[in-house]
């Protein structure tokens, strides 16, 4: 079956925009082949930074034929009585071109109407190509367009050719001057003359063959195998950075991997600031000694995008460069030290954290009140923790104002962390500021990369709690795609350092407390944002078991039980998933959807208004089970207190074939719903079981009136 490769060549694209951009061209093109009813095998993406290639398999030659049915007069009105076709008849066969005997008569749901029905043959889809390519050119959008030159078209930058195929022949259409045709380019400086190609295959061939690798999968493989390659002639290992690998890789159309070293009197300077001096100016990728986490080697390397006949003279330059970066570093670093972190605490006031939330002053105030009171919920009494704690706070923020953090923003809080430990700050405050901006990323969180200290634990979520609360209140809180302040990696971020370290402490509480921090800036907020805030944390809770593999009915069912803590929600999770392949395990949710679907108003139970000796043994029985699970939920051991719970089954179903629930006597009708509530509540401390699927199930019996 034919197949479509569509080249569009430029000049270099940044290389934070390709990524997206190649996204945006494979959903486009999906959409647009399906509107357009025109089947295919198979869809891909490549690219590099001078081209970005759309690769279609299978393609049919026509567009799926399409059935037409159109709809016309009553046939009341389209014949008289004699049976003779009116104006109206006619009318409708002259508008659809056919003669009248190719109209039937079909029942509708207005009765009976004129219908005609017939198959549209699909168009050639090398025809639709020629329209379509060009609007999908023009659909990409990026962070920055422009016009070019005396171009009327916006793009990232100005489009030099266009290579369009299909069929092994050339879809021909213009763009903005631009003609397509079957010529690529190879490599801008090793191979920059025209090829010509006939079909994917012989296209990736030549370009290969011109020094250009344009599957980015495949880029970067070549570029990680030489820089480990490189790394392990130098008895070192790689820094590991993904993020740099994925930018350098839109960087180059062929890997070339060099080694630089620099003077090992810049080792005296923190790893983070060489790492980020070498990441962030030149895209170096930094060397450590194997096995180590931060020891660095005074070595780099880094990826050209070309071969020269003497690399020395590249790998010198670069050297060079870098010298001058790292030497800036070290200034900066000898500088900041000159001013005790706590001084510069003190200038926080001069620092604005968000338009009408005050200073980093401000904040570092509310966090400060925050973590006592998490420390309180906690019942973390020490003294000492708590002195460091108001000590860790104080300083966390304050190398906003150095010199090193106004360079590299990445560094924040760990700059904090060694200019405490430098000026012999107590070891848990300064290991705590430097912690307390992680996990960072999502890259983090997968990587494991968390605070930990206890006291960065949870000097990192109070400091992300505040900032979400103050996204909140500002009405800059999430909306669809678009999290501009990054707030659901925050609270993962908090999910996974309670999880990990199976911090037990209530959410709800905290969220509360931190809200009634902004009162005196939002006066009138109400109860609905501390509702928005409890339900924001609880979806991504959520969506993170779910992610876990946990199933959604269980995720639901945990939260709808939800005590404020997620450690205790995860774990009923757990719990609940690893029993739901346990003989009897819809015992527990049938039992708990008889008990809880007919529950009215309650009141104080009276066992002395039973009448029947069911109900007398229900509650017999769910006196013992009570006392039997106690300590089984304060010791969470969530499963086997299902299982106990699961025991009150068949003194459930007896109560329900024998007693009426909804009797007319108030009395004991309230206290039948009472005795009710009582078990369902000993459930729910579980879980709501009513939301496990299959709990929706029809329970037959049961005299409730």
Known sequence: MPELVLEIGCEE?????????????????????????????????LGTP??????????????????????????SQAFDASGKPTKAALGFAKSLGVDLEKIQTKDSDKGKRLFYQTEQPGKETRGILKSALPELILSLKFPKSMR???GKIRFARPIHWILALFSDEVVEFELDGIKAGNQTFGHRFLAPQAMQAKNFESYQASLQKAMVIVDPKERQKMMQEALAKKAQELGAEIYPDPELVSEVNFLI?????????????FLQVPAEVLIASMRGHQRYFALKEKGAELKLKPHFLFVANTQTRDDSVVVKGNEKVLSARLA??????????????????????????????????????RLEKLLIMMLDDMGIKDREFKAHARRAVKLCKADLLTQMVGEFPELEGI??????RVQKEPEPVWKAAREHYLPKTAYDIEQGRLPQTRLGQLLSIVDKVDSITASFVTGNQPTGSQDPYGIRRMANAIIAIALTFELEFNLDQIAQGSLKLFADLFENKSDKMENAIKQFYQIRLRNIMIEDKIEYDIANAVLGAWDGSMVSAWQRAKALSELQGEPGFEDLFVGFRRVARIIETTGRLDPSLFEYAEEKALWSAFLEVRAGIEHLLK?????????????????????????MVNVDDPKIRLNRHSLLEAIAGEFRAIADFSQLAGGEKNIEGGQNG
């Open 50 to 75: 001078r081209r970005l290639v759309l690769v279609v398999s299978g393609m049919a030659e026509k567009q799926e034929s399409k059935s037409i049915e159109k709809w016309g007069p009553q046939a």
């Open 253 to 265: 159309e062929y890997p070339v991997v060099l080694a630089g070293e620099f003077q090992k009197s």
């Open 13 to 45: 694209i940044p290389a934070r925009f390709v990524p997206d951009a190649l996204i945006q061209l494979g959903e486009r093109a999906g959409e647009l082949f399906n509107r357009e009813r025109i089947a295919y095998r198979g869809l891909e993406t």
């Open 635 to 659: 010791e969470r051991q969530w499963k086997a207190a299902m299982r106990e719970l699961g025991r009150l089954k068949p003194f459930i179903d007896k109560f329900f074939d024998k007693v």
């Open 148 to 150: 070019w030159g005396t």
């Open 415 to 420: 700059m904090a962390g060694e200019y405490a």
């Open 328 to 365: 800036d570093a070290e200034f900066f670093y000898r500088e900041d030290l000159k001013i005790p972190i706590a001084d510069r605490a003190e200038q926080l006031d001069q620092m604005v954290f968000q338009t009408g939330l005050g200073s980093y002053q401000d904040k570092a105030q």
